[in-house]
């Protein structure tokens, strides 16, 4: 299955609600009438689009209507979509699997229950496909279950992992996994990081500690960070994203367990209000179900019959 197919089944729940809501408003309607936009309402929230998104749908379809440019179902089906897909369009950054520094030093953050271990080894397989020599850092030492869950990844794709002690320092892990990509040639580090619960300043704090020790050795390292939430969390993966916002240098998103949620709408109000580009999303639970984001085709997924 291709990467389209893939979303089309990931965001199959989130469409599915959306098409019911649909049919909703448009029962016993055969034309846009004031209603619709009353009713519509109510169908987005329940995706998760948020407010603000949502009003500025609901904008466009009476500015829309008003200029008699909505008649039926499919017109406003493909008005939802261009409009989404506006949305989500955001100014491209490099994509991950394309950057050339080298070792290419990506820090990823989560907290517990994202998928973030997991997620790191997908991604450590993708560059492996690509023939990069990837090296894991287990630098979440408060979980030994992280430590054992990323070295049998390792053992999986052909990774290598540093590792210490469990209760290790975070930022004493990072340094040496660092230190041997350098030494042994690596030309990806994948660190993973202890789930962050954003309301606790210290594990932020240790967060900023290791940057500024894994930039004593590359100096414009880390070269990625890298939010990892969880879409099953609908609005509250949206509460966890302002909370880690506020500590900069977050470079890119990515949005896991699309396929186990009707909650995948939350996208539009994450890339609207953060305006950081989601690099991948998580559509199941095999190796390859980590696929590239692409607006335009989430809009028209979204919206799909």
Known sequence: MGFVGKLKKGLSKTSGRLSEGLERVFLGRKEIDEGVA??????????????????????????????????????????????????????????????????LIVLI???????????????????RARGKKVLFCAADTFRA????????????IGAELIRHKPGADPSAVAFDSVQAALNRHADVVLIDTAGRLHTKDNLMAQLEKMKRVIAKVIPDAPHRTLLILDGTNGQNALSQAREFMKSPGFTDLIVTKLDGTARGGVIVPIIQEFHVPIGFVGVGEQEDDLIPFNAAEFAELLFAD
Not at 84 to 99: F, K, N, S
Not at 113 to 126: A, F, R
């Open 38 to 103: 009353e009713e519509l309402e109510e169908v987005l929230i329940e995706a998760d689009l948020g407010v603000r998104a949502t009003d500025e749908i609901l904008e466009m379809i009476a500015d829309k209507t008003s200029r008699e440019e909505l008649k039926d179902r499919n017109s406003l089906i493909s008005a939802l979509k261009e409009k989404v897909r506006e949305m989500v369009m955001i100014p491209d950054i490099t994509p991950l699997m394309e950057c050339r520094e080298k070792p």
């Open 109 to 127: 953050v989560g907290v517990n229950g994202v998928g973030k271990t997991t997620t790191i080894g997908k991604l450590g397989s993708l560059f």
């Open 145 to 156: 279950a992280a430590i054992e869950q990323l070295a049998i990844w390792a053992d999986r």
